[in-house]
């Protein structure tokens, strides 16, 4: 008789999961620091009416450039066309009496000499003359004031850069009563960002500046856009504000950037980056290679036994695409980059070699 076993034939186990791995480096990086800031033009000038008066004439394109000197508005000139005319008549008029009374002076002089005639006389003559040179000298500053509020009618651009919208419209009353904004210029060759730092932040740059002997000033900045995209020229620090707003606690500060281009505009999200340490001989993870759980970052290493261990681990500040570690690792442990949800404590796994560098992480800006 033939005996037919009711056992089913146990299954063999699956093969160890494949993961990629990369060997823990260690070099010296620099580290950086962002602020969240907005662009504005590194000259802002309001362009405002001097003089009262109907609007003739909006002389510019909005939202274009300008060039210093160019013609942006035309007030009605007309009365002060007419207020100049009057005030240099006024003046000739001052002249020819001036002119009068200096001849009687001259006349009088050696008359009063000979006692032809009384010293009083004299005197009098001498008065009249001082009289309508004050007279003249007054009449002069009118006819200056005068044509200096009619060159006021033509309102032209003091800076070169990008033009705003116009405030006011044709035949709008403007300068009544005040000096009345008509729109802004901005310079945005080069552009500003403007950000703030905190009270702990700028105590601790301070200091690190102070050891390196570095000024502020030469600190190499970078401008990162709203797409993520970096702008292709570095800055400088142009500007620190002489005290901290309590308010907010905070230090005004602005960047410089060059933009030959003009392609920034003022009103545009940036953030500004600087490195503002340099650690040394730092061990460096990919960010990706990070887990956490209950608040705690963690890796998966790989022993020589192709084992996976979960390690907690003390992370210090973000470099790239990388993380320094601080405490948990050493240089050349293996830890897991890629099939992180395929591992889990005390499983056995078949490493593969990641095609990422260390370089690649850290220079990922």
Same mark, same amino acid.
């Given at each position: ?23 823990? *480096? ?42 210093? *000197? ?70 002069? *500053? ?185 405490? *948990? ?37």
């Amino acid at each position: 008789a033939i005996l037919v076993s009711c056992t089913p034939e146990e299954k063999p186990a699956p093969p160890p999961p494949i993961v990629t791995v990369i060997a823990v *480096g260690q070099q010296s990086v620099p580290v950086y620091s962002e602020w969240i800031g907005q662009t504005r033009g590194s000259q802002n000038v309001e362009i405002r009416a001097r003089v009262e008066g109907f609007l003739e004439r909006v002389a510019y394109q909005e939202g274009q450039f300008v060039q210093a *000197g160019q013609v942006m508005y035309q007030i009605d000139p007309s009365k002060y066309r007419a207020a100049l005319s009057q005030s240099q008549g006024m003046l000739s008029s001052a002249e020819a009496n001036l002119g009068r009374a200096t001849q009687d002076v001259v006349r009088y002089k050696p008359l009063v000499a000979e006692n032809a005639i009384s010293r009083e006389e004299y005197e009098t003559a001498v008065s009249i003359q001082r009289a309508n040179e004050a007279t003249v000298t007054a009449q002069r *500053g009118t006819v200056e004031k005068s044509r200096l509020d009619l060159s006021y009618c033509t309102v032209t651009s003091p800076i070169s850069g990008l033009a705003g919208k116009t405030e006011v419209q044709i035949g709008n009353l403007v300068g009544r009563g005040d000096n009345t904004l008509l729109t802004t210029v901005s310079k945005i060759d080069p552009i500003r960002v403007r950000f703030s730092l905190s009270e702990q932040e700028l105590l601790r740059y301070r200091r690190r500046l102070r050891e390196s002997g570095a000024a502020a000033t030469e600190l190499e900045l970078t401008m990162l856009l709203s797409d993520g995209s970096v702008h292709p020229y570095k800055g400088k620090l142009a500007l620190a504000d002489n005290a901290i707003d309590p308010a907010t606690g905070t230090l005004l500060l602005e960047a410089e950037f060059p933009n030959p281009d003009q392609f920034l505009r003022p009103g545009q999200f940036a953030r500004v980056r600087a490195a503002v340490q340099r650690k040394v001989d730092a061990l460096l993870v990919p960010q990706r290679s990070i887990t956490e759980l209950q608040g705690q970052a963690r890796v998966a290493v790989v022993d020589e036994k192709n084992k996976v261990t979960f390690r907690n681990v003390l992370l210090g500040p973000r470099v790239g695409n990388a993380y320094v570690v601080e405490v *948990g690792l050493n240089k050349g442990e293996r830890i897991v980059v890629d099939g992180l949800q395929k591992v889990r404590e005390g499983l056995m796994v078949q490493p593969k070699p990641s095609t990422l560098t260390l370089d690649s992480l850290v220079n990922k800006f």
